[in-house]
Nanobody, 111 residues
Framework: QVRLMESGGGSVQAGGSLRLSCAAF????????MNWFRQAPEKEREWVSS???????TYANSVKGRFTISRDNAKNTLYLQMNSLKTEDTAVYYC?????WGRGTQVTVSS
């Protein structure tokens, strides 16, 4: 059964850091491109970052230089290291790939 499970969200003050994890079950992360998206209250879901099968990485301009996407193939887990967090980063963060999505993890950044 294919499943993605995010974790690592929480509440942090502006300037702080969090690391999100996305554990994959039922398929290998190296078989597909993987993505992080986020959705703030009353806003559309927004693309954050992607890593392709070959390891090519891209970021939204809003997070470039602050967020780092990575993948542990042995653990079949995707990560998003988030540094220098801003209040506008507050959102539910989702990982997705190959048509599957996790349920999301809440990130709240306070001033």
């Amino acid at each position: 059964q294919v499943r993605l499970m995010e974790s690592g969200g929480g509440s942090v003050q502006a300037g702080g850091s969090l690391r999100l994890s996305c554990a994959a079950f039922g398929f290998s992360l190296t078989d597909t491109s993987m993505n992080w998206f986020r959705q703030a209250p009353e806003k559309e879901r927004e693309w954050v970052s992607s890593i392709t099968r070959s390891g090519i990485i891209t970021y939204a301009n809003s997070v470039k230089g602050r967020f780092t996407i990575s993948r542990d193939n042995a653990k079949n887990t995707l990560y998003l290291q988030m540094n220098s967090l801003k209040t506008e980063d507050t959102a539910v963060y989702y990982c997705g790939g190959s048509g599957y999505w996790g349920r999301g993890t809440q990130v709240t950044v306070s001033s």
